[in-house]
């Protein structure tokens, strides 16, 4: 054998080798699990919780071969569902959940891969999902007690999931509404009860104003029939003082209340542009203008004689 030959010998066993060591070799990062099958059986779990740890691996060429698994955590969208509460009222419920493969050689046997285990997985969540929100009002899905509703339909679904190697995570109720239709009838009838309350608002405003109104119509009434009676009184009494100076002025002069009342009988009857007096001009009324004394026309002169 030359030396040629030989170097063509050793360069295909390095090369076999080499492909050998390519072939045997393999990496497993942080992020992942691994499984190494030897003929369909799994022969180790490799960068498991708790186990080993990431890095360089080998295994038998062409004769074992590697699966890998996610380590990180993995998200679940649930479609959007009905359910039925407690008080039979029909609510869409949209959640998601957030799961990881805790025993990749359990998740292997049961699901094999993530699309079968996402399929698993949702519909223990929709059943659990349906079956917790059964027991519960509205009320408490959408306010009063929607986290200790998340946390037990969680704890179901991971009974269920613990079979599959695989752990829930997190879980959530992102929304849970009215259908459109139940949405569009409790509206219409929150309407009507707003329009209602408003209606008896006004109705007992128009009542109390009425009150009020009445209440002030009648003050106002008294008050003026007050202020009448108290102005009579006073006009009373005012008359009654004018009166009594009266008498005492026409008790001491007679004369001169005469002429003052004479003169308020002229001022009351001669008043306006056109005034017109059918009386004799001998009368009484004009015995201030006939004599300024006031003094009586003689009956002589008062009329013609033997006429």
């Known amino acids: ?27 497993v990062s942080q992020t992942q699990q691994a499984l190494v099958l030897q003929v369909g059986r799994v022969r180790s779990v490799l960068n498991q919780a708790g186990t080993d740890r990431p890095g360089l691996y080998f295994k038998i060429p062409f004769v074992e071969t590697v699966v890998y698994f996610e380590k990180r955590l993995l998200d679940l969208d649930l479609p959007v569902q009905t359910v039925l509460s407690a008080d039979r009222q029909n609510l869409e419920v949209d959640a998601f959940a957030r799961y990881k493969i805790s025993d990749p050689l359990r998740f292997y046997q049961a699901v094999n891969n993530i699309p079968t285990a996402n399929q698993r997985l949702s519909s223990f969540t929709n059943a659990a999902t349906r079956n917790v929100l059964a027991s519960a009002s509205r009320d408490a899905i959408v306010r009063t007690q929607r986290e200790a509703l998340m946390n037990r339909i969680q704890e179901e679904v991971n ?53 009020i109104r009445a209440r002030a119509d009648r003050d106002v009434t008294v008050l003026i029939a007050e202020a009448g009676q108290k102005a009579d009184q006073l006009r009373g009494a005012g ?9 005492e002025a026409f008790g001491q002069d007679q004369d001169f209340f005469a002429f003052y009342r004479s003169m308020q009988a002229y001022e009351k009857g001669l008043t306006g542009s056109d005034t017109r007096l059918v009386i004799s001009p001998s009368s009484e009324f004009f015995r201030y203008f006939n004599d300024p004394q006031g003094r009586a026309r003689p009956a002589a002169a008062a009329a013609p004689s033997g006429q």
Do not use: W
Not at 9 to 26: C, D, H, N, S, W
Not at 189 to 197: F, I, L
Not at 239 to 247: F, T
């Open 239 to 247: 008359d009654a003082d004018r009166n009594r100076i009266l008498a």
């Open 159 to 211: 009974r269920q999931a613990k079979n599959l190697g695989i752990e829930i995570i997190d879980l959530r109720l992102t929304r849970v509404d009215l259908p459109a239709a139940n949405s569009q009838a409790v509206y219409g009838r929150m309407q009507t009860e707003r329009q209602r309350e408003a209606a008896d608002l006004r109705a007992n405003g128009e009542r109390d104003a009425a009150t």
């Open 1 to 27: 054998m030359n030396a040629q030959t030989l170097r063509t010998i050793l360069l295909v066993l390095v090369a076999l080798g080499a492909l050998l060591v390519y072939a045997a070799a393999f990496t």
